[in-house]
C-alpha cells in the first residue's frame, strides 16, 4: 500500500527511477542530433570568424527577448568587460557598412567578452540564438529616458498694478490672464499646443515664476498669484515637477509659498524650492530615478555640494540642478563667468544636467564634461510681458541612457523652437504657446548659437530647423 503524505500517494520508487532514466535518454538524443545537424556559426564546420572592429558591433539594434545576469557579483575583470561596452554606447557611432550576416555580428559579441554573461560557447548558437545574445544595451538593464525643461511659467498674475502697454486700459496683468482664459475657453488654451510633447515625454520640468495661492499680503513691487486650482491645469497639460527656487516664490510670504506647495502637491507635481526644501525625487515609469535640487543666488556651494551627494547617496540615477540666476542683470541674454562658475561646480559635484532661468531671454548651451548646461530657457508661459524679444521660447529635451548599475549616460539633445504668443511686436501678449513657424524658428537657433562659442554643438541645435 503506497504511503501518502499530506493527501497525496507517493510515486513508486521503480517508476520515479524509469521516468529519469527516460528523461536524461531523450536530453542526449536531441543533443547528439542538435550537434550533428548545425555547422559552425560563422558557416561551415572550421570556417574562420572574419576579424571586426569594435564599433561594428554598433550596426545591430537592441532585442527585447535578451536575458542576461546582472552585473552584481562579477569580478573586476568582469567589470571592465562591461565598462568597455558601455564605452561603445556612449560613442554613437554607427560603421560604413552593416554586418553580413547574425553570425557575424555573434562571433564579435562572443569575443569580444560575452563569457561576462555566461553565454554558451557561439560555435553552439543558431544565428536566431546569436541575434538575440546581440542585445548588448539589455544585457546591462539599459533605460532610456528624455526630459524636457522649460523656462518661467507665470499663472495669473499682479492684481494691482494696472499697465495699460502690457493689457489694455484700465486692466491689471491678473485680469488679463483671467479675460484669456475665459475667452478662449479656459486654461487648457494657454499649453494646448504644447501638452502632446510635455505627455510623450519622462519628465518635465518648469521654473513656476509665481505662486499659487489666495493670500492677499504681499511685499513690495510685482507680486504674481493665480488660486491655487490651477495646479491642476500644468498636471493636465504634462508639467511633472515645478522649480520654486525664484525671486517670486515669496511674493506672498511663507504662507503663500506653503500654499503653492501644497497645491502641487494636490495636482500630483514635485516641487523643489530652497534650504530644506530644495530637493525633490521623481520616479519614471521605467523606474528611473531622478533627482532635483534647485537655488537661488548666491549660491552656497557647499549645500550644493552635499545636497547633490544626498541625492545619488538616496538612489537617484540622474540628477538635474536647476539655477534662477537672482543676481544677473534681467533681459540680457549673455552668460556671466558666475553663472558659469556655479554650473560647472554643479556638474563637477555630480550633476548630469544644469537649467538656468530668471533672464527671460533664450542663452547658450555648453558641453562640459560630457554634460549639458543650458543657461537660460526664457520665457515659457507669461502674459504680462509685451516685448517682442521675450515671445521666443524653446522646449529643452535631452535623452539619456541609464544603466542597471545607476551610470547615467548622455544620449542627445533637442531644441524645439515655440513662440509664448500670437500677437504681432509689442501688442499685448495673448498667451498661447506653441511651436514656432519656421521663420521664427530660424531667429531662436541664431539666438542660441550667438551665445554658444562651443561650435560643435551648432549642427545639435540647427536640427531643431
Known sequence: MNKRQNGYPLPNRRLLMAGLALAVLVTGIIVVVRLVSRPGAGGSAGEPREALSDRSLLATRPIETAHFRTTRGLDDGELQRIARFKTLVRSGEQPPQPLATSAQRGALWYDEGARVLNLPDQQQMTDGELTSYLAFTDAFGKRSVTISAVGDILL?????????????????????????????????????DVAPIFQADDLTICNLEGTLTNQTKNGEGLCFSAPPKYAKALKNAGIDACNLANNHSDDFFRLGLEDTRDALRRAGIARFHTGSNNTAEVTTDNRVQIGLISSTMPVKMKDLKLGIEGLRAGGCDIVIASFHWTNSQELTNTVSAEEQRIARAAIDYGADLVLGHHKHLLSGLEKYNGKMIVY??????????????????????QTFNVFEDGEAVFSGFKIIPCLNSDALGDAPNNGRVHPADPESSKRIVEQIKQQTPQQELWPLIEQAL
Open 156 to 192: 495669473g498674475g499682479d492684481k494691482r498694478q494696472q499697465d495699460t502697454r502690457e493689457t489694455g486700459a484700465g486692466m491689471t496683468s491678473y485680469d488679463w490672464f483671467e479675460k484669456l482664459k475665459n475667452d478662449n475657453g479656459g486654461l487648457k488654451y494657454f499649453l494646448a
Open 376 to 397: 537660460d530657457l526664457g520665457n515659457f508661459l507669461s502674459t504680462n510681458v509685451p516685448l517682442e524679444a521675450l515671445k521666443y521660447t524653446m522646449i529643452y529635451q
